[in-house]
Every structure is written in C-alpha cells, then in structure tokens.
T-cell receptor, first 113, second 118 residues
Framework: DGGITQSPKYLFRKEGQNVTLSCEQN?????MYWYRQDPGQGLRLIYY???????QKGDIAEGYSVSREKKESFPLTVTSAQKNPTAFYLC????????????FGPGTRLTVL | AQSVTQLDSQVPVFEEAPVELRCNYS??????LFWYVQYPNQGLQLLLK????STLVKSINGFEAEFNKSQTSFHLRKPSVHISDTAEYFC????WGAGGTSYGKLTFGQGTILTVHP
C-alpha cells in the first residue's frame, strides 16, 4: 500500500534534549512538508522540501531542523532551542504541481516532560 | 499573504440534521481551496477541493462546498449528518500566483470541531 508513515506515534523527551521524528513516503512524491498542530490553532508549516537536498523554512521554523537526503525521507529534529515543543506533528507529501493534493501521515505526538 | 478564517470553533448538531461549516479566506492572488477532515489522533484526509470550473464541488460521502469569489468564502455543507461525521474539519488555501515558488504550500484555518449527537 502506498502512503506516509511517521514514527514513533508517541514520543516523550526531557527538556534540553534534541529529538528526531521520522517521516517516510512511498508515493514517489517530490514535495514533503512538516506541520505542527496545536489545539485551536490549526496547522502551521515548519519546513518544506520541493526536491532532494533542498528545503525551505515555513512559518515557524525556529528551533527545528530538517534534512532531505533521499526522496522518500524527510526527518524533523526538534532541538532544545524550541521553546514549546509539546504538540502533534504531521508530515505530508505531494507532487510538484500546485493542484496536487497533499497526503498526510498519521502524526507523532511529542510531549516534553 | 493569505489567511483562512473558520468562523466556528465548535458546531454541535443532531443526527440527520443539516450542517454548514463556514470558511472565509483572504488572498491577493487566485487560489485553490481545500477541506480536510481529521478524526481523533489521526492525520488529515482530503474531503474535497476547488481548483477551477464549477464552483460547487462534492465529496463521495455527501459533503459539498461552494466557492464564492465575491464573498471570499468556501463553506462546507451536508444536508443530513451521521454520527460518523464527528471529527475536526480544516479549510485550507493554496495560492498559485506567486511565480511557482509556493506551490503546494497550504495555509490552514483554525479548525471546526463537528460533534453529531444521536
């Protein structure tokens, strides 16, 4: 089955620690995205990548980093510089045409203890 | 810059009643519009989208939305809801007038929680 996988589903981390969230897709999509979801705020774009080895900051990139070494993978690192990292993180992918639908993974819920 | 406003954060309704979830957007260029649905602790699924052509678009499970350019709205409607429609619904906009640099970049509204009561 084609789709997007995110792991882990739940993640706990202590303050001051970096943590990496995994996102893998087998849809052969060029573009991939990371969103953060907080209650009552909708989804906000963290980073996006339109092609391998290239990515751009979204609206709330501070305290996050990404890499895009392979077409199917787009990991997100939440660094200790992120002030309020507790949230639900969603990865998405799409084709390169503006009318293409974004498909979402099941999400990772990160809790900072 | 584009923005999306969903006018109701929560909409309670009884089963088999009609429902409308409101969405307004602002953008300086032409847009594409989307409605996504999210069930608890899951990712988002596309419900329907407006790209061009007929301003009324429909989903396979009975929802429909109408693009109104003069009112910059894209409200979602269903004539008779079911318990299984209980979920959070997100309106989103993607503009295509920015020289191709922002393709696929969606701006989301704050979400509307639809709760269907028996």
């Amino acid at each position: 089955d084609g789709g997007i996988t995110q792991s882990p589903k739940y993640l706990f981390r202590k303050e001051g620690q970096n943590v990496t969230l995994s996102c893998e897709q087998n849809l052969n999509h060029d573009a991939m995205y990371w969103y953060r979801q907080d209650p009552g705020q909708g989804l906000r774009l963290i980073y996006y990548s339109q092609i391998v080895n290239d990515f751009q900051k979204g609206d709330i990139a501070e305290g996050y980093s990404v890499s895009r070494e392979k077409k199917e993978s787009f990991p997100l690192t939440v660094t200790s510089a992120q002030k309020n990292p507790t949230a639900f993180y969603l990865c998405a992918s799409s084709g390169r045409v503006v009318t293409d639908t974004q498909y979402f993974g099941p999400g990772t819920r990160l809790t900072v203890l | 810059a584009q923005s999306v406003t969903q006018l109701d954060s929560q909409v309670p309704v009884f089963e088999e009643a009609p429902v409308e979830l409101r969405c307004n957007y602002s953008s300086s260029v032409s847009v594409y519009l989307f409605w996504y649905v999210q069930y608890p602790n899951q990712g988002l699924q596309l419900l329907l989208k407006y790209l061009s052509g007929s301003t009324l678009v429909k989903s396979i499970n009975g929802f429909e939305a109408e693009f109104n350019k003069s009112q910059t709205s894209f409200h979602l409607r269903k004539p008779s809801v079911h318990i299984s429609d209980t979920a959070e619904y997100f309106c989103a906009v993607s503009d295509w007038g920015a020289g191709g640099t922002s393709y696929g970049k969606l701006t989301f509204g704050q979400g509307t929680i639809l709760t269907v009561h028996p």
